[in-house]
């Protein structure tokens, strides 16, 4: 699709997109109103887990890492819907859609209310020695190549940083992983962004061909991002860049699903109401359907 077929009409998508987020964002404010606040509701699973004594902590701190990645995840959608207005981009949507799978379905695995706090609290451990396990390699190349006072302090502050996570985890009962006298992992683990994404979304091959563009494989750019045009006077094939309508609908189609995956697992872990924002997404979803077969 190439933006000028959209200048005359009424090509509404990212108006949709954005008014359904700013709905959710309506629905956050007016739980904020209540009063716990940003805190779960009382009586909420997220409330009874915030009072267990013995993982409130490690659950305190998940829930903030969640928040950050809805805060993040909800960027993206607005960027989205961006990549996605008069003129189009072509491969930004793709690149900014599995952004918004990845971190959308973290989100779901940290509010995921279908385990125990305990199970929870494994959760963050796993997360947070990967973050950390990343933290301490980037600080540790930084410091050894620039020899800088605060880039060694970043690197000893970010082994501090994993030793205690490893510690807390130990005293907490989880297992700690060592592979040739080195900590590979806590618990369960964090699984693979791809195993989240099928896991919570059903979009795992989705989310490997929306890599594939992040990392310039010409066969998925080649595929999703050109279009024959002509042949040129000395017989070439000439191409232009292209996005599908179908593409496009299903790239939106996506990113909302994500997003409303991931405000719905806060809502219920919260106590909040998240009929609501279902409701509005289906009735997004349709004006979306809806706007793409008049505008294509």
Known sequence: MSSDNLYNQKYMVPDIIEEFMDNIGNEMNNAHEKPNGYKPLVGSQGALELLSDEFSTCIENVYTIGNILLEVSG????????????????????????????????????????????????RY???????????????????????????????????KELQKIIAD?????????????????????????T???????????????????????????????????RLSPEGDHLFEKYIDPRMLFLLTFNVMTACNLA???????????????????????????????LTV
Not at 93 to 104: F, M, V
Not at 186 to 193: M, Q
Not at 267 to 292: C, P, Q, T, V
């Open 263 to 293: 405000y719905s697992k806060k809502f219920h872990m919260y106590g909040w109401d998240k009929d609501d924002i279902d409701m509005k997404f289906a009735l997004s979803m349709k004006r979306i359907k809806d706007n793409l077969a």
């Open 169 to 193: 985890a130990k005293v907490k009962g989880f297992c700690i992983h060592i592979d040739n006298e080195k900590p590979t992992g806590i618990g369960k683990g964090f699984p693979s962004s």
């Open 125 to 159: 451990y796993g997360f947070e020695f990967i973050s950390q396990i990343k933290h301490e390699q980037f600080a540790r190349l930084v410091a050894s190549t620039e020899d800088h006072k605060i880039a060694i302090e970043d690197h000893e502050n970010a082994n």
């Open 75 to 122: 960027e993206y959608i607005y960027a989205f819907s961006r990549a996605i207005s008069n003129p189009l981009l072509t491969f930004a949507p793709y690149i900014i859609a599995r952004n918004i799978l990845e971190t959308s379905s973290i989100v779901a695995w940290i509010f995921d209310p279908n385990i125990s706090a305990k199970d929870r609290c494994e």
């Open 195 to 229: 195993d989240l994404v099928d896991k919570y979304l059903g979009m795992g091959n989705l989310y490997r061909l929306y890599s594939a563009v992040i990392h310039g494989h010409h066969w998925a750019l080649r595929a999703l991002g050109f279009s024959f045009s």
